[in-house]
């Protein structure tokens, strides 16, 4: 079983031979793949830009956490120096307090969220716009609130150059973290504003079973500020949160997806962002390799 | 806490204090629910029947293994016996697979499932449709052997008057249980035949989370079979088959549904069925009490 040419080499986490041989610095195939840093969820922002170009990736996208630990000008100046492009900083939302004061403070987290991806370059903001504040059970409430905080968000946004990109969620996270749950309707909130302003995430693992995910990634277009990938794999681990797999390892038609994606127009990143225990146990460097086989031999075509 | 006149009773499993008095047999609020038998998971038909009639429930829905496991005919008698209507026997479907053989006997066992429907008078034959083949992505091709599949099954249930309902599943099941994702992909496949003949479920659980559910709902008319109930609880449980709540201790707005069913002129019963091991090890007794104070408190109208 293990493939030609990948010297006995195993991908992580599951284990399994290495099909394909890891690709190399300046292999063209890389050009457009980056490694959202929750993918190695261990590595400083410093040990991450490190790792993307020990491996050639040309890109990272960016955790507020980690960056506010070592410094907003820091983080900006460790992706400059490398010559990195950010293609997202995760994470801006939580907009779906019915409380006034959370709410202040929630809108307040935004502008600075959206000062650090002006500073850092980033090609958009990822908008996790929250789950319905506890004990309610008003969600088309909850949704509005959502659409009233990114209203009051894109004027301080524009004026920065910070795009907004509005992230749907699997139905999983309705709940607990995100009520926009299809790319339709996040495209219908992205709508009210300009593009430029607005964009949408388009995440594989969160969309993937939309039967009608095609043709709302062609009318997203313009839209789509960012695509990521990582698949949905069973049985689903313990924890939701961390319940997503490797490419290749799950039951997601990569190839499918980023066709549509790439048809719209859109030749921007696409990230790799995994949640997942088993992948944050694993070797960060085995990570980042299994990462570039993957991408080439799951989402790229061959 | 204790709520006045409950006389100190607890609902479970969450323990907490009951807010209403548990309905008794004759209490005209009582007469749209049904038990179905997954909630009592240990109970045999004939103990689920014995349970339904002393607590005042006019309707159980069945499964066939436990059905089986006493013979058709003697289930059918025991619920006749009883008075109960049987609102749905679950479940028919798993009809995704490409392996022609296994096709085969998966539509024998459908028509089987047909059969036992008819001989128990059930109101509808539930159908859950089956997730990706084993290794496979296209997940538009299972959509449509499903689509394939239903219509083979049509002609033999129409014979018999029994009446296919199809269920869409929350997506956190598309790869391995239910590539029917939504009521409005549900709809568009019924739609190909009479409403008679094939008509849809309406489960809280799985479409509460659809920005489309109550214009659904509106569409589904006279489509829909049979309407479930039970809510979504966060934490999810690790078991992501077992992570159904009783009403009200979770997420969803029964009541905003609920009206919303009603307004299409739906009349029929309202089944609780809660997949949950923290349900199972409880005493069934206790289940069927809080299940009948869940549905008068959160449920119906107060």
């Not at 063209?28 to 991450?48: F, H, I, M, P, Y």
């Not at 202040?104 to 987290?109: E, G």
């Not at 299809?182 to 693992?205: E, I, N, P």
Request: glycine fraction near 10%; proline fraction near 6%.
């Amino acid at each position: 079983m293990s493939g030609a040419g990948t010297g006995g080499i195993l991908d992580v986490p599951s284990g399994r031979p290495a099909t394909v041989p890891t690709p190399l610095p300046g292999d063209a195939r890389l050009s457009r793949l980056s490694l959202n840093q929750k993918t190695t969820d261990r590595w400083s922002v410093g040990e991450a830009v490190a790792g993307c170009v020990r491996a050639g990736l040309p890109a990272i996208g960016l955790w507020r956490e980690p960056v506010q630990a070592i410094g907003v000008p820091a983080a900006a100046r460790l992706v400059a120096d490398a010559g990195l492009r950010v293609s997202s900083l995760c994470r801006g939302g939580f907009l779906t307090t019915d409380d006034p004061a959370q709410r202040r403070r929630a809108i307040d987290d935004n502008l600075r969220a959206i000062d650090e991806a002006a500073a850092l370059s980033a090609a958009c903001l990822v908008m996790v716009v929250g789950g319905l504040p506890p004990g309610s059970r008003d969600l088309a409430g909850a949704r509005e609130r959502v659409a009233d905080g990114i209203a009051e968000l894109v004027p301080y946004a524009a004026e920065r150059r910070v795009r907004l990109a509005l992230e749907p969620m699997h139905p999983i996270y309705c709940a607990d973290r995100g009520v926009l749950s299809t790319l339709g309707q996040a495209l219908d909130l992205a709508g009210r504003f300009r593009a430029r302003h607005v964009g949408v995430v388009v995440d594989t693992f969160h969309i993937w079973w939309d039967p009608d995910v095609l043709a709302q990634i062609e009318r997203a277009a313009e839209r789509i500020a960012g695509f990521q990938v990582c698949d949905w794999i069973t049985p689903l681990p313990p924890d939701a949160l961390l319940s997503r797999g490797m490419m290749g390892d799950g039951h997601i038609d990569f190839r499918l997806l980023r066709r549509a994606v790439d048809a719209t127009g859109y030749d921007g990143d696409i990230e790799v962002e995994i949640f997942n225990a088993e992948v944050w146990a694993a070797d960060p460097e085995a990570v980042v390799a299994t990462v570039a086989r993957r991408y080439v031999a799951h989402v790229l075509d061959v």
